[in-house]
């Protein structure tokens, strides 16, 4: 697996992973805002994609659009192909996404699913995020589906603190 900055030639293959996910997001692949913040994290060098060594086209891992403004970091959207679930490309992801942008002391946060939702344990993102060191916070406004959400937070020591 390789994991590199996303271009703009892997736009459809973003697509489609967003068009596995709707029935838990709601609608993206055809939403006007969805592709303008993939675009536009393209733009900003802010993208990543998860790729099988060797391939091409529009098959794609997974996907993550990350916020790098200081102090506060966001996941802004992270989504693994249905196939490659479990497989360690989510961790991989965040770990190059953390390597590139996020220097100590900061913070990462992420709205994900709240543990009412059918999304929750389905998609392992809540086990996902807890694994990686993020911590449940404050329940926000529901997604655009209706479903429940809930911030997660990570704190990140500095440089010096992780030695």
């Known amino acids: 697996m390789i994991v590199r900055l996303a271009e703009e030639q ?3 293959g973003l697509l489609s992973l967003a068009a596995q996910v709707e029935h838990w997001f709601g609608p993206m692949v055809e939403d006007a805002g969805f592709h303008g913040a993939v675009h536009e994290h393209i733009r900003r060098s802010t993208a990543l994609v998860a790729a099988s060594e060797g391939s091409s086209g529009p098959d794609l891992l997974g996907g993550l659009l990350f916020g790098v403004k200081e102090p506060t970091h966001h996941v802004d959207w992270l989504v693994i192909s249905e196939q490659a679930r479990g497989k360690g490309v989510g961790r991989a992801l965040m770990a190059d996404a953390m390597r590139r942008w996020v220097r100590g002391p900061a913070r990462i946060e992420v709205v994900t699913f709240g543990a009412d939702h059918p999304g929750a344990s389905a998609s392992g993102a809540r086990v996902f995020y807890e694994r990686l060191g ?11 589906e209706g479903g429940s959400r809930q911030v ?4 990140v020591p500095s440089e010096a603190n992780r030695r």
């Open 152 to 155: 997660f937070r990570q704190a």
């Open 10 to 12: 892997d736009f459809p």
């Open 134 to 144: 993020f911590v449940p916070g404050e329940v926000v406004g529901p997604g655009p």
